[in-house]
């Protein structure tokens, strides 16, 4: 009994660390390049994914801003080429506010 204890203790942590399978966005999309800029009158949100695989995609963008006027969406179907970018953007008259974006995609 003693050893079986010793061994689930042995095996649970790696168990528990085992890698978990990446979702088809995170193998075939990125959006490292999405930025937020501002000048003294207008916040730009820019929604940039890139498609890193060797076939097209689908994707559907959306972005929402939260700011103190309330919040702003936008919503934005696009098919990327392999090894390209897609992107929407979406300006705002306040600055200082939250961003949120997400993205669904699926090859065509």
């Known amino acids: 009994m003693k050893s079986a204890c010793i061994a689930l203790l ?3 942590p790696s168990i528990a660390h ?4 990446q979702t088809f966005e ?3 999309t990125s ?3 999405s930025a937020n800029r501002g000048d003294a009158n ?7 994914v890139e498609n890193k695989c060797d076939f097209s995609i689908r994707c559907d963008l959306n972005i929402a801003v939260y700011g103190a006027f309330g919040m702003k969406q936008g919503h934005k179907i696009v098919v990327i080429e392999p090894h390209a970018h897609g992107s929407m953007v979406l300006k705002t ?3 200082g506010s ?3 974006r997400d993205h669904r995609c699926k090859p065509i």
Request: glycine content about 0%.
């Open 42 to 48: 207008y916040d730009v949100h820019v929604f940039d």
């Open 93 to 95: 008259k306040s600055s």
């Open 26 to 28: 995170e193998k075939c």
């Open 98 to 100: 939250l961003t949120e």
């Open 31 to 33: 959006t490292e390049a």
């Open 10 to 12: 042995v095996l649970l």
């Open 18 to 21: 085992a890698e978990q399978p």
